[in-house]
């Protein structure tokens, strides 16, 4: 029994199969014939049942009271009886076998005797189940069978050994008594082990187990009062570890206000364990709690910290017989999320009632919830008139049909929904229609979940104005275009996009789409007059167009029927749609040209005729010269005569 409580059902089966149980076939089988199939069996089943025990109540740190050693015993003495009655008797009926050792046996078996075995095997289970318990509180047996120590396991060991002894001491005293007060007739010897009287035995036996099964309960309720001990001090060391690393710092205070312990968070945050100069004002705070009858409620504190940080400090006090445990939570983050909050929403608040655009909120049903103060200058309204107040009744049934559809469709596709902008007309104070842009998403609160729409309406009258001249503005310069009798074409990198009706007469198009989805090269000779390819000409003139904002040049074009004119081309760069294209005016100086040439040919006429009138002057000139030069010469001659005649006169 001890080896199947201890190491399980499969080593007791082994020391049952191997031991006292297989020897019950030697000393019942010859008395009892067939019946010994039917007897000695269960002791070995009654040995792997308590094996089977004991090894849920080792899985089962905490067992249930049916799986106790004595309460499974029940059931199996209880099936052991109805075998004892029913199959042991009818066994022994057939009696005797056939073989030679138990030919003497029986097959009539008394009903009293059944009654005494029964009862016998009862009593000797018990007793063997409380021998083997009794045996188990002992730190040696279970040193022996390699069993892990109970909670003072030594102090058990006493007390077993205390009431053990007790009933020792009462089998001596009572076999003193006996001789010198009842027996006269039996020596000491025999009323002490040799000779005991039978009614002796079994209250000296009833005795001894008693003293066992009180010690028994002594050790449970000492391992009881031992357990709640240990519990209590688990318990203590538990709420010491929770004290000690809290998120929150802790302090306990004595009667005198000292304190008496900090936990690490406290050391953390505050860097010191003495006192801290909150005692006074905390003081001040619980009298006057006491004195108006009310709880102390947590205050805000500015402690001082041991690096010179000032921290706001939330702090709880509670009273625990004469000690006083402070609970420190530090709130400065929480404090400036607070004060940031507080900010943003003023910052929220300023920029909602000074925002020129209505901001808007309206909950599932459509109904505003908030407006912002220009609702005022916009509609004509107050925001509190608003409020309350569903979406339908600011919109004429056209306009809150579109309004009400993108609405329900935001709604109900929230979790994918991103935002929409659209133009409408919602109705004034004065019930007229103001073109407004509506920019919306869907609302959720701080659990992801829908609480409505929120958004901004802006007023958009003056730029509906701004819209239709600037529409008008298109028309005419439109018509300005397409009217005018220059051939006016637009161009970007991959060519023609666009031209006027005199672009498509000067190349002789009869389209527009015909003249874009020509090549610039088809309008174009292959070299200019110079001998420059004409591709390269147009490129470079291009780029400079580009580079510089315009450009002015003479281009020989070809017409769609092949035959080339010569035009004089102006390049525009201008910006349309967010890119930058080129505007190209060609114009048609083949007229110009021959009158160029007619004014060359005159020109050269004139040089002819001025060169040969110019030849016949310079003839002249030069006999003019010689005349002269004849003349000169003669009127000089003269002169030299004149003074030789002067001078023969003097003479």
Not at 165 to 177: C, E, R
Not at 513 to 530: A, I, L, M, V, Y
Not at 615 to 632: D, I, Q, S, V
Request: with cysteine.
């Amino acid at each position: 029994m001890l080896i199947t409580l201890t190491w399980g059902w499969k080593y007791g089966l082994l020391s049952a199969l191997a031991g006292g149980c297989q020897s019950l076939w030697y000393l019942w089988g010859p008395s009892n014939g067939y019946a010994v199939f039917f007897v000695v069996p269960p002791f070995t089943l009654w040995i792997i049942w308590h094996g089977i025990c004991a090894d849920l109540r080792r899985k089962q740190k905490d067992h249930k009271w049916w799986l106790n050693i004595y309460a499974v015993e029940v059931p199996f003495r209880i099936l052991s009886t109805i075998n004892l009655y029913t199959l042991s008797r009818w066994a022994i009926t057939l009696n005797p076998p056939p073989w030679d050792w138990a030919s003497n046996s029986t097959n009539i078996i008394p009903l009293h005797f059944s009654n005494f075995v029964v009862i016998k095997q009862a009593v000797v289970g018990y007793i063997v189940l409380l021998l083997a318990d009794v045996l188990l509180k002992f730190k040696f047996i279970r040193t022996f069978f390699k069993q892990k120590g109970q909670y003072h396991h030594e102090d058990t060991g006493y007390i077993m050994s205390a009431f053990i002894a007790f009933g020792i001491l009462f089998w001596v005293f009572d076999s003193i008594l006996g001789f010198m007060v009842f027996y006269d007739d039996i020596s000491f010897l025999d009323l002490l082990a040799l000779n005991v009287p039978s009614q002796q035995t079994w209250a000296r036996a009833f005795v001894i187990v008693a003293c066992l099964i009180g010690g028994l309960i002594t050790i449970r309720m000492f391992y009881r009062k031992q357990e709640i001990g240990k519990a209590l001090q688990e318990s203590e060391d538990d709420f010491k570890k929770l004290l000690e690393y809290a998120p929150v710092a802790i302090a306990v205070l004595d009667k005198n206000e000292n304190t008496e312990y900090a936990n690490r968070k406290y050391v953390e945050t505050i860097g010191y364990t003495d006192n801290i100069n909150l005692i006074k004002k905390w003081s001040a705070d619980v009298e006057k709690a006491l004195r108006e009858g009310k709880e102390i409620e947590p205050s805000e504190y500015n402690v001082t910290c041991k690096d010179g940080k000032v921290r706001v400090m939330e702090i709880s006090w509670t009273f625990v017989t004469d000690k006083t445990i402070a609970i420190f939570t530090d709130i400065t983050e929480r404090k400036r999320a607070d004060e940031a909050l507080v900010e943003s929403e003023e910052k929220f608040r300023l920029l909602a009632e000074n925002s020129i655009d209505c901001i808007w909120m309206v909950n599932t049903r459509l109904k505003f919830t908030y407006l912002s103060p220009s609702v005022e200058r916009m509609m004509g309204f107050k925001p509190e008139q608003w409020v309350g107040t569903i979406l339908r009744s600011h919109f004429k049934k056209k306009e809150f049909l579109k309004v009400s559809i993108l609405a329900v469709k935001a709604l109900k596709n929230y979790k994918t929904f991103d935002y929409i902008i659209f133009e409408t007309k919602m109705l004034n104070s004065k019930n007229e229609e103001v073109d407004i842009e509506i920019s919306g998403k869907a609302l959720l609160n701080s659990k992801g979940k829908l609480i409505g729409l929120q958004g901004v309406t802006k007023d958009i009258t003056e730029r509906k104005k701004a819209e239709k001249i600037l529409k008008d503005s298109k028309i005419k310069l439109q018509l300005l275009y397409d009217s005018s009798s220059d051939a006016i074409m637009l161009l970007d990198e991959k060519g023609f996009f666009d031209c006027n009706e005199a672009a498509l007469r000067l190349f002789g198009c009869t389209n527009r789409e015909k003249f874009c989805n020509r090549h610039p090269g088809d309008f174009s000779p292959p070299t200019q007059p110079d001998g420059t390819d004409s591709m390269s000409y147009a490129r470079n003139n291009i780029a400079v167009a580009l580079k510089e904002g315009s450009k002015r040049f003479e281009h020989l074009h070809r017409r769609l029927d092949g035959t080339n004119f010569p035009a004089e081309v102006l390049l525009d760069a201008l910006m349309l749609e967010g890119k930058k294209v080129l505007q190209a005016r060609v114009y048609d100086i083949t007229e110009r040209k021959q009158l160029y040439e007619e004014l060359a040919k005159h020109r050269d006429h004139l040089e002819e005729l001025v060169k040969k009138r110019t030849k016949e002057l310079e003839e002249k000139y030069k006999e003019l010269e010689r005349m002269n030069n004849l003349f000169a010469g003669r009127e000089f001659r003269i002169k030299e005569l004149k003074d030789k005649v002067k001078k023969l006169e003097k003479k």
